[in-house]
């Protein structure tokens, strides 16, 4: 399957701040600080333009893996409620009791 | 140690250690003097790679630009698609 089918575009799209865009933009700085701490610069203050680079890039990836997985999400709950829809047999509710029917019967002890 | 004496490891060894002590010697009239990974020598911080530098920030500023190009044309799909959408069902009000 392609990465992200014409259908995906009916979805509505993640915010351009989103949970994985955020968790890979600072996995990005952290491999950037990481790299500075391998290289013995100062972690924090030296290469900031790395630094930048790498949480943009994982910003972006995060993005685009966002809206892979909504709509893989998306595709699984129409597969799901296709097939209640087509099986209703099988979904059956229970029906609903009433509350004096569920309850013991009340025998006074006195 | 003589050589008709020497086991094979031992030759082995005097073998690396003449590679190098020839390798640090230095490049010879006419060698190029080409990177190695068996020569490991320090950055110099001195003077900043104002060309990477450029480059980094020019790019991150692209990828941004076109994140936020991708994103609007996103949210305009979805609502031209939810329009058609409606329009289908109830027909045009």
Known sequence: ????????????PPPL???????????????????????????????????????TVGW???YFLAKRTEYIHAKQD????????????????????????????????? | MSAATARPPDKMAAALRAVVRLRLAGPGPGLVFTRSAFVARKHNYDQPNWFGVGLAFSTSAALW???????????MEYERRKEERKHKCTGCS
Request: no cysteine; aromatic share 10%.
């Open chain 1, 1 to 12: 399957m392609a990465f992200l089918p014409e259908e995906a575009r009916a979805l509505p």
């Open chain 1, 17 to 55: 701040v989103n949970k994985v865009s955020a968790w890979l933009g600072a996995a990005g700085w952290a491999a950037a600080l990481l790299g500075n701490g391998f290289s013995q610069r100062p972690v924090l203050t030296a290469g900031v333009h790395r630094q930048v680079l790498f949480a």
């Open chain 1, 60 to 62: 972006v990836v995060g």
């Open chain 1, 78 to 110: 129409r597969e799901m409620f296709e097939y209640i829809r087509h099986h209703p047999e099988d979904f059956k509710t229970a029906g609903k009791k009433r509350i004096g029917e569920l309850l013991e019967d009340f025998i006074p002890n006195r």
């Open chain 2, 65 to 75: 630009a076109l994140l936020f190009k991708q994103h609007n044309e996103d949210v």
